[in-house]
């Protein structure tokens, strides 16, 4: 799990929703924009995934493989998409690596 401090706040949030850059993987949409240190989030919709507990696992998930990168001064949004639900870790460690190269930092 990341610290406190490297997860986005609700105010970065909703920044990142209006003025985001668009990053599209496999499994994750990603928005994202500069910032002055790392900050990222994992987000999985109710539609897709009805149980908090199978949702706060996928985002846990998340989290371990991104404490394990070498990690951007952004601030990022990693959105679920349906097909990341059932897939294994390496293909999601995967996908999560090629969107963070994608991203520009200013």
Known sequence: MLSKKKRVTKEIFQ???KKGIVVS?????FKYIPFERPS???V??????K????RNFLRRRGYNILKQNNLKPIAGVFFYKKEAINVENIRLKKDIENILEKCKVF
């Open 15 to 17: 920044l990142i929703l």
């Open 25 to 29: 993987g496999s499994f994750f949409l």
């Open 40 to 42: 990222y989030s994992f």
């Open 44 to 49: 999985v919709s109710k539609k897709m995934v």
């Open 51 to 54: 149980t908090a507990i199978k």
